[in-house]
């Protein structure tokens, strides 16, 4: 894995981390070898918008269990970390996208723990070891509605508190969170982040009824 040098250019700050562009060197020396096929090519906006939801409603602490889906290149992963000390798991099906996670984690001097899994493989064993689901941009497929409606469904039969989704405003996610209305107690919101542009879009937010 390449090694994380001091602040450069296509390198910037946003909620208290450091995140690379896709201009940066170490992004380019990573690309040689790790090829992302699933959309895991860049830092999505959504993540910012999780970032500014989770510091204005306090739901991160110190040594909650959270598990991003479809974590990508992990900018949010590593903010739970860094700004709470979250003990974090990003999950990916495509597994190309972990070097680029465990380049920014190293920057940042904190650990993401990566696992390779399908959502829909995803067992209420393994989720039973998790207080706070979380993702961005991941329900961008028609399918996904469902995929991740059952998720969340096993999810909270195994015990899990809190799932919160972002996303620009696709209408599978919008389906998400009908579905979910008529189930659980369920905030569908308009949010926006202020780091490190204005970017706007919705949050989903699921709790544990």
């Not at 959270?66 to 495509?94: H, Q, R, Y």
Request: proline content about 4%.
């Amino acid at each position: 894995m390449p090694q994380v040098a001091e602040q450069s250019d296509h390198m910037f700050q946003a909620y208290g981390i450091f995140l690379l562009e896709q201009k940066h060197p170490l992004i380019k020396q990573l690309r040689k070898e790790h090829t992302p096929s699933i959309h895991g090519h860049k830092t999505w906006n959504s993540s910012f918008l999780l970032m500014d939801y989770f510091l204005h409603n306090r739901l991160l602490k110190n040594d909650l269990r959270v598990m991003e889906l479809g974590c990508g290149w992990g900018p949010t992963s590593i903010f739970c970390a860094e700004n709470a000390g979250c003990k974090v798991t990003g999950v990916d099906l495509d597994e190309d996208v972990f070097p680029f996670l465990e380049t920014q984690a190293a920057l940042n001097d904190v650990e993401v723990t990566t696992k390779k899994q399908s959502f829909d493989k995803l067992s209420k064993k393994e989720l039973q070891n998790y207080d706070l689901l979380f993702g961005a941009d991941i329900c961008f497929w028609d399918q996904l509605a469902k995929i991740h409606y059952n998720l969340i469904r096993r999810a909270f039969a195994a015990g899990v508190k809190d799932i919160v989704f972002a996303d620009p405003g696709r209408s599978p996610f919008f389906d998400l969170a009908e579905w979910c209305d008529k189930k659980f107690h369920t905030e569908c919101l308009a949010w926006y982040s202020t780091e490190p542009e204005k970017f706007e879009g919705y949050i989903l937010h699921v709790r544990n009824n």
